[in-house]
C-alpha cells in the first residue's frame, strides 16, 4: 500500500498543475493581478498549492501512510495538509491588494532576510523530520516556505514564471539538506531582486 502512496500523490500534483495552469490562463497582472471574488480564488488557490506543494510532501505522506498502515491514511494526510494552505488562502485572500513595484519590492526584500533567519532553518529542519499529522507538516512547511510564497505574491501571484521558480525552491528545501554555499545566494538572490524592483 505505501509503495502506491508516492505515486498516487505524483499524479495528484500533476492533475493539479493542469488545473492551475488552465485558470491562471490570462490572469497575470504581475503585482497589479486582481484575485477576484473568493469562490474563484479557492478554487484556483487549492490545485495551485497542491500544484507546488505536494511533490515536496511526497516523503512525508508516504511515511505517514507506513507508520499508520491503513488505507485512508495518506488522504488524511494529504488532505489536512492541503487544509492548512487552504486557510493561508483565505488570509491571503483578505490582506492582498494589487500593488505596485515598490510595495511588491519591500515584501520580497523581506522575504529575502527572512530566508537567512534561525527560524526559518528551524522550520525547514522540521519540514524533514516524521510528522504524523498533515496539518502539523503543513505548518511546519508554512513556516519553512513562507518567505518563498511572500515572493510569489508580492511579484505576481498567477505567474506562471514565478510559481514555477517557487515550487522549484519549496521542492529543493524540502528534499535537500540545508547547504549555506547554495541557501545564502539564493536568499541574496531574493534580496537583490527586491532591492532592484524597489528602485525602480
Request: glycine share 10%; proline share 5%; with cysteine.
Amino acid at each position: 500500500m505505501a509503495a502506491r502512496v508516492g505515486p498516487a500523490t505524483l499524479v495528484l500534483a500533476g492533475a493539479s498543475w493542469v488545473v492551475a495552469l488552465r485558470q491562471m490562463k490570462g490572469m497575470d497582472m504581475g503585482a497589479a493581478t486582481a484575485l477576484g471574488s473568493l469562490r474563484s480564488f479557492v478554487a484556483l488557490w487549492v490545485p495551485m498549492m497542491a500544484a507546488m506543494m505536494l511533490p515536496a510532501a511526497v516523503p512525508a505522506v508516504v511515511r505517514g501512510a507506513r507508520v499508520a498502515g491503513t488505507a485512508l491514511a495518506a488522504p488524511l494526510f494529504v488532505g489536512s495538509y492541503l487544509a492548512v494552505w487552504t486557510a493561508v488562502g483565505l488570509v491571503v485572500f483578505i490582506a492582498y491588494r494589487p500593488h505596485g513595484s515598490a510595495v511588491g519590492g519591500a515584501l520580497t526584500l523581506a522575504a529575502g532576510i527572512y530566508e537567512l533567519t534561525p527560524l526559518k532553518r528551524d522550520f525547514r529542519r522540521r519540514c524533514r523530520e516524521h510528522v504524523r499529522s498533515g496539518s502539523a507538516f503543513g505548518l511546519y512547511c508554512l513556516g519553512s516556505s513562507s518567505g518563498l510564497m511572500l515572493v510569489l505574491l508580492a511579484m505576481g501571484v498567477m505567474s506562471l514564471t514565478w510559481m514555477c521558480l517557487v515550487a522549484v525552491l519549496v521542492l529543493a528545501q524540502k528534499l535537500l539538506p540545508p547547504n549555506a554555499f547554495v541557501d545564502v545566494p539564493v536568499a541574496l538572490a531574493i534580496v537583490a531582486v527586491g532591492a532592484a524592483n524597489l528602485a525602480l
